[in-house]
């Protein structure tokens, strides 16, 4: 197989920058981050997504570690700490292979190195707990990105995947979006709605990201980015990082996935529910209508779309692997970055497209935020605006 070949050769001059990987979190839920029972230093088939020898496998060269916690627990400030403790644990128990990373001088000196190096995003603004003095102690503790929201509203920004009730941003938004581009954490557009993303990219004077998130016009799914979105990304410099869901990539599991919930849901379950009961039922649903199944072939699919729209100096990949119970065939787990590669060589990507993709693009965002965080800096004093004072609400 050339293609493979070439792709695996690729990756050792320029490997993967992945945006999103929830390892952390699965530790927590599968072993309560006791790091010897999931030592990730051997192969964690059956577990999880993510070890060593696979991200070695797969090309990687830097990840950003999500320090996601669900938006409808209580204490996601302290939760957070605890992601954020996992992944320091997991730096200093692998020194040979993991690298700290803060800035994109430390992701180039990694890769000298040969080691990944290892950054991290919180994902969902309601992380921050409504206050600017919890977000500049995320970023002081290393937190380089922010996905503005998750699956549910804040009380500041509408999510993908809720109901509209801010509209966007609101004012107290914006000025969350102002305090990250001056403290230099990326603003990650990922999970939130459209009028979100239009209301961050009118404000946000750094370039902005998508930490895993594909297109909207190649599978209508609403965690998708529209073409009117991706349009904006050059003006501002940033970029949209593919993701591999089944569901957020092929039309067909959007489908499937909805009828899968109709049923739970016609026979008494929330569509989330995971208890035994629920369980056979959608198993009983399954056996009758097989899941359908993505391939490397799909998620190409969307990167020639969002290139023909974006352009090549604005794209990435973020996998969100070990944050979904289903992956792509061919890009089953971290080892499969190649196989994406390959069928890109095939469609006539060139070698310095694919630099662009895996390494080159996401240095340079991370790098152009720390340049306008830098100017900012020396105008603007860190804001201590409250929700209340902005928006008039109780927080």
């Known amino acids: 197989m050339p293609s493979l070949d070439e792709a695996r050769e690729l990756l ?6 992945d ?13 309560n981050y006791d790091l010897d029972a999931r030592d990730i230093a051997s192969a964690q088939h059956g577990h999880l997504h993510t070890d060593i020898p ?15 916690v669900p938006s409808d627990r209580p204490g996601a400030v302290p939760a957070t700490l605890e992601q954020i403790d996992c992944v320091r644990q997991l730096i200093d128990r692998y020194p040979a292979d993991l690298a700290p990373a803060l800035t994109a001088a430390d992701m180039e000196a990694a890769r000298q190195d040969g080691r990944i190096a290892s950054l991290m995003g919180a994902e969902g603004g309601h992380s921050i707990a409504n206050s600017l003095g919890t977000l500049r102690g995320l970023y002081a503790l290393g937190v380089r990105y922010m996905t503005l929201t998750h699956n549910d509203n804040n009380d500041w920004a509408d999510s993908a995947t809720d109901e509209p009730r801010a509209g966007g941003l609101s004012a107290f938004g914006h000025e969350v979006v102002r305090e990250m581009n001056r403290l230099g954490m990326l603003v990650d557009l990922s999970h939130v709605a459209a009028t979100t993303m239009m209301d961050a990219l009118d404000t946000s004077t750094a370039p902005v990201i998508f930490s895993h998130s594909s297109s909207r016009a190649v599978c209508d799914h609403p965690r998708n980015i529209p073409d009117d979105v991706l349009e904006r990304l050059p003006a501002n410099g940033g970029m949209a990082m593919v993701t591999f869901v089944p569901k957020f990539v092929l ?24 208890t035994a009961e629920a369980m056979k039922v959608h198993r009983a649903f399954e056996e009758g209508n097989p899941r359908p199944v993505a391939t490397v072939s799909t998620v190409a699919d969307h990167l020639d779309h969002m290139r023909e729209i974006a352009g090549i100096d604005h794209l990435g990949i973020g996998g969100d692997y070990d944050g979904t119970a289903f992956t792509p065939d061919g890009l089953d787990d971290v080892s499969g970055y190649p196989n994406l590669l390959a069928e890109l060589l095939d469609r006539g990507w060139s070698r310095a497209d694919l630099a662009k993709l895996t390494w080159q693009n996401a240095v340079r965002v991370l790098g152009a935020a720390e340049d306008v965080a830098r100017d900012l800096q020396t105008t603007r004093a860190p804001s201590n605006a409250t929700i209340e004072s902005l928006d008039g609400t109780k927080a």
């Open 12 to 17: 050792r001059e320029f490997p993967v920058v």
């Open 19 to 31: 945006g999103h990987n929830d390892l952390p979190w699965a530790l927590r839920e599968q072993v």
């Open 54 to 68: 696979r991200l070695r496998a797969g090309g990687v060269g830097a990840q950003y570690w999500s320090v996601y």
């Open 251 to 274: 039309q067909a599991a959007v489908d499937w996935t909805v009828a899968a919930d109709a049923n739970l849901r016609a026979h008494g379950f929330h569509h989330l529910d995971t």
